[in-house]
């Protein structure tokens, strides 16, 4: 088994691989989640979006050689350091969403909510940059859709926002209230780290 990690890890199509899923993940919450299903994204949210980019760079660095400790090395501290970013990010809008969630008002005594600043590492303006990726513009724990008012949306649509909308925000499976936002993230922060380890 550790021979099959071993030899997979010296090629360029697994770290792609890994690369192309955390490309994904940030397409997919910018274009679905946020244009789509009109779910704006909280500071934590373009914090794990950050991360997983961080994820996907690192692992680029080491697809242009994985036999290259001058290319690996690097490439694989950038990924581990996305991964555990992601995670920070995502157990704490965790804890928010859960707080956030809770019948119990004296859940959220104590609780540090998200700022309308972003605040990326090494003073990065990300959110200046790419404000649309990266600007955080919505409520941290509450991640229901918001529709602007005379949008028109299909019946596709329609049902999906309706269906989150119902069940108090995205889960993965909405009627069970099963894995929110934060808790899949922090699972993909986890694979990638172990992955990439």
Request: aromatic share 14%; glycine share 6%.
């Amino acid at each position: 088994m550790l021979s099959l990690l071993r030899t997979l890890a010296l090629k360029r199509t697994s770290w792609l691989l890994i690369a192309s899923c955390a490309v994904f993940l940030v397409v997919f919450a910018h274009a679905v989640f946020q244009k789509w299903l009109f779910m704006e994204p909280c500071e934590q949210c373009v914090y794990i979006r950050f991360a997983f980019v961080l994820v996907a760079l690192g692992t680029l660095i080491v697809a242009v050689n994985p036999k290259s400790f001058w290319l690996a090395g690097p490439g694989i501290v950038t990924t581990l350091c996305g991964s555990f970013y992601g995670l920070t990010c995502s157990l704490q809008l965790s804890r928010i969403h859960a707080a956030m969630h809770n019948s119990d008002a004296e859940a959220l005594f104590g609780l540090t909510g998200c700022s309308t600043t972003s605040h990326y590492p090494l003073d990065l303006p990300l959110d200046v940059w790419f404000p649309d990726w990266f600007a955080a513009s919505g409520e941290c724990g509450i991640d229901v859709p918001v529709v602007p008012p005379g949008t028109v949306l299909s019946n596709f649509q329609s049902f999906w926002i309706e269906l989150y909308n119902e069940a108090g925000g995205w889960y993965l499976i909405p009627t069970e209230h099963w894995l929110n936002m934060a808790q899949c993230c922090a699972i993909f922060s986890v694979l990638f780290a172990l992955v990439t380890a």
